[in-house]
C-alpha cells in the first residue's frame, strides 16, 4: 500500500538547467497538489490537478513553471531555466476526492518532499 | 483571504514538561477545516488532526490535544509529558470549503524537547 512517491528526493541543478519533479499519487487518488517550502518557512499551495486537468495554479510563479498530470503516469512539475531562489523542497499531496463535510479524515497525504538545489 | 498565524517561532522545554503550540487563523468562510502537521526532521509531513469549524470539541490522542475556540479563532495543540521524538516542526494549517484541499499553512513552531 504504497504512499504518495517523488522523486528524485534531492536534485541538483545549475542556474539556468530545467528541473522535472515527478509525483505518483496514492492508489485510487485523483487529486494531486504541489506545495513549494523554502528554507525555514510554511508551505506554500502552488498547484491542484486533477487528471488531465489543472483546478487551480494560483499558486504558480507565472513563469518557468508548470505542471501536468496526464491520463497515465506520475504528476510533473516543470522547472525551466532555474534560479538560486527556486532551491526548496517540494512537497506533492494527494486526496481521493474532494473534502466532504463528514465521512473522512480530510487528510491530505503528502509525500516525502524533492528538495532543490540550484546551485 | 486565509491566514494562519503561528507567532512561536521556536520552543524549547525539557523532556517530561508539557507545551502547547499557538495558532491563530483568519477566515471569512463559516465553513472550514484547520489541520495540525508534523514535520520531524527527516523532513517528510505527518498528519495530525483535522478540524471541522463546525464541531468545538475539544479533542485528546494520547499525549497530545487540541483546544479550538472560534471565539478566539485559535486552535491550540498541547503535548503534555515531552518526548524527544516529539522535536519537529508543527504546523498548523487552514482550509475552507472550496471543495478541495487547498490549504494555507502558519510558518510553523519548531519544537526543541531536551533530554
Known amino acids: 500500500n504504497a504512499g504518495v512517491m517523488q522523486n528524485p528526493r534531492h536534485l541538483v541543478r545549475r542556474r539556468g538547467q530545467e528541473a522535472r519533479l515527478r509525483c505518483s499519487p496514492m492508489?485510487?487518488?485523483?487529486?494531486v497538489y504541489w506545495y513549494r517550502q523554502l528554507p525555514e518557512e510554511g508551505l506554500k499551495f502552488m498547484v491542484y490537478?486533477?487528471?488531465?486537468?489543472?483546478?487551480?495554479e494560483s499558486g504558480m510563479p507565472k513563469e518557468r513553471f508548470s505542471a501536468e498530470f496526464p491520463k497515465e503516469g506520475p504528476s510533473i512539475l516543470r522547472i525551466q531555466q532555474v534560479v538560486r531562489g527556486d532551491s526548496a523542497a517540494y512537497f506533492c499531496?494527494?486526496?481521493?476526492?474532494?473534502?466532504?463535510?463528514?465521512?473522512?479524515?480530510?487528510?491530505?497525504?503528502f509525500g516525502e518532499g524533492s528538495r532543490l538545489t540550484v546551485l | 483571504a486565509q491566514k494562519v498565524t503561528q507567532a512561536q517561532t521556536e520552543i524549547s522545554v525539557v523532556e517530561k514538561e508539557d507545551v502547547t503550540l499557538d495558532c491563530v487563523y483568519e477566515t471569512r468562510d463559516t465553513t472550514y477545516y484547520l489541520f495540525w502537521y508534523k514535520q520531524p526532521p527527516s523532513g517528510e509531513l505527518v498528519f495530525l488532526i483535522r478540524?471541522?469549524?463546525?464541531?468545538?470539541q475539544n479533542e485528546i490522542s494520547g499525549r497530545y490535544s487540541w483546544n479550538f475556540q472560534k471565539s478566539t479563532s485559535s486552535f491550540n495543540f498541547t503535548i503534555t509529558a515531552s518526548q524527544v521524538v516529539d522535536s519537529a516542526v508543527y504546523f498548523c494549517?487552514?482550509?475552507?470549503?472550496?471543495?478541495?484541499?487547498?490549504?494555507?499553512f502558519g510558518t510553523g513552531t519548531k519544537l526543541q524537547v531536551i533530554p
Open positions: 492508489k485510487g487518488h485523483s487529486h
Open positions: 499531496a494527494s486526496s481521493p476526492q474532494r473534502i466532504r463535510l463528514a465521512g473522512d479524515t480530510g487528510e491530505l497525504f
Open positions: 490537478l486533477q487528471k488531465e486537468n489543472i483546478i487551480d
Open positions: 494549517a487552514l482550509s475552507e470549503s472550496g471543495g478541495y484541499q487547498k490549504v494555507t
Open positions: 478540524r471541522n469549524s463546525f464541531d468545538e
